[in-house]
């Protein structure tokens, strides 16, 4: 467990360094002030929608987009970029095993993905405490569930990540699949899902389909677990019709995301120790 | 002699390429090996057998009572390993390099900084690697091979960058460390440095062995003539000293310097005729044929028969 802990003390050192932790953070922290302040605006205060719960909304928006990106920009090239350098070649000549070098190395990116999310974030709310805005507990408790799962779904595609990059041969291979997977999973499974929902017109899809196949995308868990888990956010999304639909628990698209995780880096974990360098 | 390294029949294919094919040899407890041939002969691939980066063909492969192929990793405490071209993290500093390293052995952390003074990058310690030169990281890379005592050094390539007065420091601290009982396995181009250093030689082409021994052994096998230089004053041009017997072919360098080709057990009885023939002699240079002619040799004669 020592040689797993050295590697991640090691990667987070080597983030804070080259600027990872201050840039995704400060990238997340703009973008999360950006939407307290310009988009609570248009909703104004008398649709009754209280201004955390629109954050919760428009951030876990933003987050289905940009923390699978940030993930896949910092774990693509965690194999194969360190066998490029030749840096692998020296670590494993030493005494640790290839899956303790990917967990240390997943525990460090996730850490630092983690440390970005929660002070972006919380700038937010900071920003909105310092404004005088009031917050109910419900409220806040929907805020933090908004930031661990955000930090799960970086988990996620850190996973993949270093699937894609235990599998390819060289770093420019890795970063273009990456992307190609970002695309898939961000913007096209969902409009190739929306058009068979219109073209099938609730005639053969039953709602066990539904739920199988948004469990098929994490970006769509994340989407139910923020926009459906809380009574309030769910009816200022307008996801509380596919909730009454999809009728997937909290404990289940947790466990979904837990699973979505595990098994890439269970896959990338049995390709890099197949890897030969 | 305990064997550190057992390599028994081991081949190692990529494709169709056979990079090792059929290698067997034992190093035993410091003994000091070098391990020659030229690019591509399979000395890098016989390394990463050994570090378990690679799994062979066929064959087995045992390192400090352990099967590297099978994924055995706890004997790597005790082995100490330079690759070619060494490379480090950028963004971190030679000390926190070391310590990384030193953690991931379970080292003393006080002790490994210690070898950063002993290369000679004491003063360039919290430098970030990323700004080293490389024959600075090379120091490094021999720093962190040197952690923890290892009772096995495998070194490819260790001294390309380095200066000579840091060469003779390096094979230094390695010539300690065979004596205590480490085994060194040395890859190399600089064959002159091995001369006097390596115990043992094994020379690899196109992945064989072709020739295993210590130098004596190697130059008795190859039979290459030793080269008899002599400086004589008053030799007419193009003659001949007349107790030159014919089975010596002899060369002239220059009016005074000719150059005589004797066969290894015919080298004490020239000089014996020479001095007998009073012939008047300025100087006298005997040179037993080098690594270098012997490297060629072996070569030579295991492309013969292809």
């Known amino acids: 467990m020592n040689a797993v802990l050295t590697i991640t003390a090691k990667e987070i050192r080597q983030a804070v360094r080259n600027r990872w932790v201050l840039a995704a953070t400060l990238l997340l922290a703009a973008l999360a002030l950006s939407l307290t302040f310009l988009g609570s605006a248009p909703s104004g205060s008398n649709v009754g929608a209280r201004p955390l719960d629109v954050i919760i909304v428009s951030l876990s928006s933003l987050t289905i987009f940009l923390v699978p990106l940030i993930a896949l920009l910092i774990s693509h090239d965690a194999i194969v970029g360190d066998m490029e350098r030749g840096t692998m070649l020296l670590l494993l000549s030493y005494p640790v095993a290839r899956w303790q070098v990917l967990v240390g190395k997943f525990c460090g990116h996730l850490a630092v993905l983690a ?34 799962s955000s930090v799960l779904l970086g988990a996620v595609f850190i996973a993949i990540g270093y699937w894609v990059s235990a599998l390819v041969r060289d770093r420019g291979t890795a970063a273009g699949v990456c992307i190609g997977l970002w695309l898939l999973l961000v913007l ?89 360098l | 002699m305990t064997s550190t390294v057992r390599i028994a029949e081991v081949g190692k294919w990529y494709g169709r390429i056979d990079a090792v094919s059929g290698a067997s040899f034992e190093l035993g407890q410091g003994e000091m090996v070098a391990l020659i041939g030229h690019n591509g002969a399979g000395k890098t691939t016989l390394m990463k057998l050994m570090l378990g980066l690679i799994h062979p063909t066929h064959g087995s492969i045992r390192v400090l009572g352990e099967n590297p192929a099978a994924g055995e990793f706890s004997a790597r405490r005790r082995l100490g390993y330079l690759p070619e071209n060494v490379s480090f993290d950028a ?40 700004i080293y030169s490389k024959g600075m990281r090379q120091r490094l890379g021999l720093a962190q091979a040197l952690i923890g005592r290892p009772q096995l050094l495998l070194l490819d390539e260790p001294t390309t960058g380095l200066d000579p007065e840091l060469r003779q420091t390096f094979y ?32 690899m082409n196109r ?24 400086k004589i004053s008053d030799l007419a041009p193009g003659e001949v ?17 000719i150059e005589i080709d004797a066969p290894p057990e015919q080298k004490i009885d020239l000089l014996r005729r020479l001095t007998a023939a009073g012939t008047p002699v300025e100087d006298l240079d005997v040179m037993s044929p080098s690594l270098d002619e012997l490297y060629a040799h072996f070569l030579r004669s295991a492309e013969r028969p292809r």
């Open chain 2, 207 to 230: 992945g064989v062995k072709v020739a295993d021994g210590s130098l004596d052994e190697l130059r008795r096998l190859a039979q290459l003539p030793t080269r008899i230089r002599l």
């Open chain 2, 91 to 130: 963004t971190l500093t030679g000390r926190e390099t070391q310590r990384f390293y030193a953690r991931l052995k379970q080292e003393p952390i006080a002790k490994a900084e210690q070898l950063l003074d002993v290369v000679g990058l004491g003063a360039a310690a919290d430098r970030r690697v990323g």
């Open chain 1, 115 to 148: 440390f970005a999310t929660c002070f972006g974030y919380g700038a937010a709310v900071a920003a909105l405490l310092a404004t005088g805005s009031e917050m109910d507990r419900e409220g806040l408790a929907a805020f933090i569930a908004m930031i661990g």
């Open chain 2, 172 to 203: 230094d601290a390695i010539q300690r460390l065979a004596a205590e009982g480490t085994t060194v396995l040395l890859c190399s181009h600089a064959l002159t440095e091995l001369e006097e250093r390596a115990g043992r030689v094994i020379i």
């Open chain 2, 241 to 257: 000293p007349a107790w030159l017997p014919t089975s010596a072919p002899c060369r002239r360098l220059n009016g005074h310097v």
């Open chain 1, 188 to 276: 096209v499974y969902d409009m190739a899902l929306l058009g068979l929902l219109v073209l099938d017109r609730g005639q053969n899809m039953s709602g066990s389909v539904l739920n199988t196949l948004l469990l098929l995308n994490p970006t769509d868990i994340y989407r139910l677990l923020n926009l459906t888990g809380f009574a309030n956010v769910s009816a200022f999304s307008g996801m509380a019709g596919l909730a009454g639909s999809a009728t997937l628990s909290v404990r289940i698209l947790v466990a979904a995301l837990a699973l979505w995780t595990l098994i890439p880096l269970i896959a990338a974990s049995l390709s890099f120790s197949r890897r030969e």
